[in-house]
C-alpha cells in the first residue's frame, strides 16, 4: 500500500496529507450516503412487509433504483424560499442540520486502527458534535416564519435536550468501565474478560453489565434522531411536518439526509460501545468490519421495526420518560456502576 | 508564519468580528447565533492550545445546551425592533462608563508585570501519549478536590434555588398526570360483568 502510494504522494508534495484525508473522507462519505439511500429503500419495503403490502416494487428490478429515483427528483425540484422568511438562516438551517451528522464519522472506528482521526476525547467529541444537530432544527423552523415549522422546532429543542441528559450518563457508565474517551479502546475493552477466555465474547461486551444503560442509550437514540415514536417534531398529525414545512427539492432532503445518517451514526455508536464493534461474538472466528456492519445493521432494523410497531407518543409523555424516568435511572446506575467498579465484585481489573 | 499562527489570527478574527456581532446585531436571534458562532471559535482556540477537553466541554455545554434554551426563549420574544432604538442615548453614557472601565481593567491585567512573556514563559510542549483530559481529571479529583466539591456543591443550590423561585402551585388547575396516565390498568376502566342471558 506504502510503497503504491509513493509515486502520487511525490506528485502532489507538501499538499499530500490534505489530499489524503480529502480522500480518506470521500471513502467514508461516499458509501454512507449510498447506505443512506437505500436505508430509505430498506424502511419503506420493511415496513411494507411488517403491514402485509410490498412496497415500493416499480422502479428498476424488485424497486431497487426507487433511492435513486427519488434523489434526482428532488434534485431537480426548484427550492422556493417564502418572501417573509429570514433568507440566509433559512439557508442555513439543513446545512446546520447535516453538517454535524456528516462530520461526526470522522471519529467513529470501523476496524482496529481503520478510523479517520483518532482522538483521544473521542467520545466526548462525538457528544459535542451531535449537541449541534440541533440548530438546524431550531434555526429552520424559526427562519420559515411559519407557525407549524416555530412549533416543531421548538418541540425538537426541547426534546433533543432532555434526551441528551439521559444519553450523556448512559455515556459516562460506559467511559467509567473502560477508563477511556477514545473509541478504539472502548471497543477493545469489551474483548477481555472471564467469558471472553471461555470463547463467548458476547457475554463480555457492555450490554451484559450495563443492560439498563443499553436500553436508555439506544431509546434515547431514537428520541435523539426524532424517529417514530418520538417523532413529535413532523408529527403529520399535529404540525404537518414541523421543521420542514416550508422546504422543497434538495432544501428538504438535506433533512431527510441528515435523519437518516443520524440513524447510522446511533446504530453505529450502539454496535461500538455497546456490542463490541468490530469483535467477533464468538471465539475463533477472526475480527474484522463486517462484524460492525452486521450489528449496525441489525441497529438499523430495529430501528424501522420499532416505528412499524409503536404509535407516537404523547408531547408530555415524551418529556416525562426523558426526565421523570431515564435521568433517574442513569443517575442512579452511574453510582452503581462506581461502587461496584470500587467493589472487590469488580469484573473490570 | 508557520500554520498554527495562520489558523490562530483566522480563528480569532471570526471570533472578534462575531463578538461584534452580538452587540451590534439588530435581531436577538441573529444575536445568541453569533454568540454561538463565537463560542465555536474559542473552542477552536483552545484546541490550539492543546486544551481538547475544555475545547470540546465548552461546544458541548454552552453550544449544546445553554444556547440552545437560550434559543428557545430568545425566538418566543415578540419584539418591535424600532422600540429596541429607543432610549439608545439616554442609556449611552452609562454603557461608555462601563466598556471604558473594562477595557481599563483589561490594560492593567494585560500590561501587569504579572503577564506577559517574560512573566509566564511558553510551556513545554506536551508528549506524544499526553492526555489532556487525563490531567485534568488528576488535578481535579487530588489537588483540588475540596474546591472542585465546593463549586459543584454550589451549583446544586443554584439549580434546586431557581426550580424553587419558579415552582409555583396553583389551586384549581384542572390538568393531566401522564404518570397516572401511565399507570392505568385496565381493571381500573373496564369492568367486565358476567349476566347469565334473559330470556323473553
New interface residues.
Given amino acids: 500500500m506504502e510503497a503504491l502510494l509513493e509515486p502520487v504522494s511525490q506528485f502532489f508534495g507538501p499538499a499530500w496529507p490534505v489530499v489524503w484525508t480529502l480522500a480518506k473522507i470521500v471513502a467514508i462519505i461516499a458509501p454512507l450516503m449510498l447506505g443512506v439511500a437505500y436505508l430509505t429503500l430498506a424502511e419503506r419495503k420493511v415496513i411494507g412487509y411488517m403491514q402485509v403490502r410490498i412496497g415500493p416494487n416499480r422502479v428498476g428490478p424488485k424497486g431497487l433504483l426507487q433511492p435513486i429515483a427519488d434523489g434526482m427528483k428532488l434534485l431537480f425540484k426548484e427550492i422556493i424560499v417564502p418572501s417573509g422568511a429570514s433568507k440566509g438562516?433559512f439557508i442555513l438551517g439543513p446545512i446546520l442540520a447535516i453538517a454535524p451528522s456528516l462530520a461526526a464519522w470522522s471519529v467513529v472506528p470501523f476496524n482496529d486502527g481503520m478510523v479517520l482521526a483518532n482522538?483521544?476525547?473521542g467520545l466526548?467529541?462525538l457528544?459535542?458534535i451531535t449537541?449541534?444537530e440541533?440548530?438546524g432544527v431550531?434555526?429552520a423552523g424559526?427562519a420559515s416564519n411559519s407557525k407549524y415549522p416555530?412549533l416543531g422546532?421548538?418541540r425538537a429543542?426541547?426534546q433533543?435536550?432532555s434526551y441528551?441528559v439521559a444519553m450523556g450518563f448512559a455515556l459516562i457508565c460506559v467511559l467509567l468501565i473502560s477508563s477511556s474517551?477514545n473509541l478504539s479502546d472502548i471497543v477493545h475493552s469489551q474483548g477481555q474478560g472471564k467469558f471472553h477466555e471461555m470463547g463467548l465474547s458476547f457475554l463480555s461486551w457492555n450490554w451484559l453489565p450495563l443492560l439498563p444503560m443499553f436500553i436508555v442509550f439506544l431509546i434515547s437514540g431514537i428520541a435523539e434522531t426524532n424517529r417514530a415514536p418520538f417523532d413529535v417534531v413532523e408529527g403529520e398529525s399535529e404540525v404537518v411536518a414541523g421543521h420542514m414545512v416550508e422546504y422543497s427539492g434538495m432544501a428538504f432532503a438535506l433533512f431527510f439526509l441528515a435523519e437518516y445518517a443520524n440513524m447510522f451514526l446511533v446504530s453505529v455508536m450502539t454496535a461500538l460501545l455497546f456490542m463490541g464493534g468490530w469483535l467477533s461474538p464468538i471465539g475463533g472466528i477472526p475480527d474484522g468490519f463486517h462484524w460492525l456492519a452486521l450489528k449496525t445493521a441489525f441497529f438499523l432494523f430495529v430501528f424501522l421495526w420499532v416505528r412499524a410497531t409503536f404509535p407516537r407518543f404523547?408531547y408530555?409523555?415524551i418529556?416525562?420518560l426523558g426526565w421523570?424516568v431515564f435521568i433517574p435511572i442513569t443517575l442512579v446506575w452511574v453510582i452503581v456502576v462506581a461502587v461496584w467498579m470500587m467493589s472487590p465484585l469488580s469484573i473490570w481489573k | 508564519m508557520d500554520f498554527k499562527t495562520l489558523v490562530f489570527y483566522i480563528l480569532s478574527a471570526i471570533m472578534v468580528f462575531a463578538a461584534l456581532r452580538v452587540i451590534t446585531s439588530r435581531n436577538p436571534v441573529h444575536a445568541a447565533l453569533f454568540l454561538v458562532l463565537s463560542f465555536v471559535t474559542a473552542g477552536g482556540i483552545w484546541l490550539l492550545l492543546a486544551a481538547e477537553f475544555l475545547a470540546i466541554v465548552l461546544v458541548m455545554v454552552y453550544v449544546g445546551a445553554v444556547m440552545v434554551l437560550f434559543l428557545f426563549v430568545v425566538m418566543m420574544l415578540d419584539i418591535n425592533l424600532d422600540r429596541l432604538r429607543e432610549g439608545f442615548w439616554s442609556y449611552l453614557p452609562v454603557g461608555a462608563l462601563i466598556g471604558i472601565l473594562l477595557a481599563v481593567e483589561m490594560a492593567l491585567v494585560l500590561g501587569g508585570r504579572y503577564f506577559g512573556l517574560e512573566a509566564m514563559p511558553e510551556p513545554p510542549a506536551v508528549q506524544a501519549g499526553y492526555s489532556n483530559t487525563r490531567e485534568l481529571g488528576r488535578l481535579l479529583y487530588t489537588d483540588y478536590v475540596y474546591p472542585f466539591e465546593l463549586a459543584s456543591l454550589l451549583l446544586l443550590v443554584a439549580m434546586v434555588v431557581a426550580v424553587s423561585l419558579t415552582l409555583r402551585k396553583r389551586k384549581g388547575l384542572r390538568r393531566v398526570n401522564p404518570s397516572d396516565q401511565v399507570a392505568v390498568k385496565r381493571g381500573d376502566r373496564v369492568e367486565l360483568v358476567s349476566m347469565s342471558a334473559e330470556k323473553e
Avoid: G, P, Q, T
Fill in positions: 438562516l482522538v483521544n476525547a466526548l467529541l457528544l459535542a449537541s449541534m440541533v440548530y431550531i434555526i424559526w416555530f422546532s421548538m429543542a426541547a433533543m435536550v441528551e474517551l404523547r408530555d409523555h418529556m416525562r421523570k
